[in-house]
């Protein structure tokens, strides 16, 4: 059996990135941000609703955008450098899914997900009660 490297064992083996990636999105999209043509755009836009509606997880949302969306990236800028990203921000999480195509043919895809922190007004002082909000 091959040993395994004293630096990069357990990498990739994070519970919490498990937990936030087989979560299910609950509320509504508030917004989509991207710099990707649009079509493209509208396209992964309409898979990852579908996805979410049929009560996909996060990580099976993000899997199916770049095998149905993402993947028109490849042979649109064939032999052409390009970097893009999609966001979609719902009410109560927010995932990016980048792109990084090379000039060679390759295309390496990113995601970063967070989960929002909703924080309640404090009635007494009139303002929001998080303490590194002015930070």
Known sequence: MAEHCATTRGAGNNRAFEDAANARISGELQEVESDLPEDIKERALSVFRASISDKG??????EKVQKEALCEVETR?????????????YDTNVITINVNKFGNGNAQFSVGMGVKKMVCPDPFMGKLSDPNMNR
């Open 77 to 89: 800028f064939k032999g052409q450098r390009f970097k893009g990203f999609i966001k979609f921000d």
């Open 57 to 62: 997880t996060i990580q099976q949302a993000i």
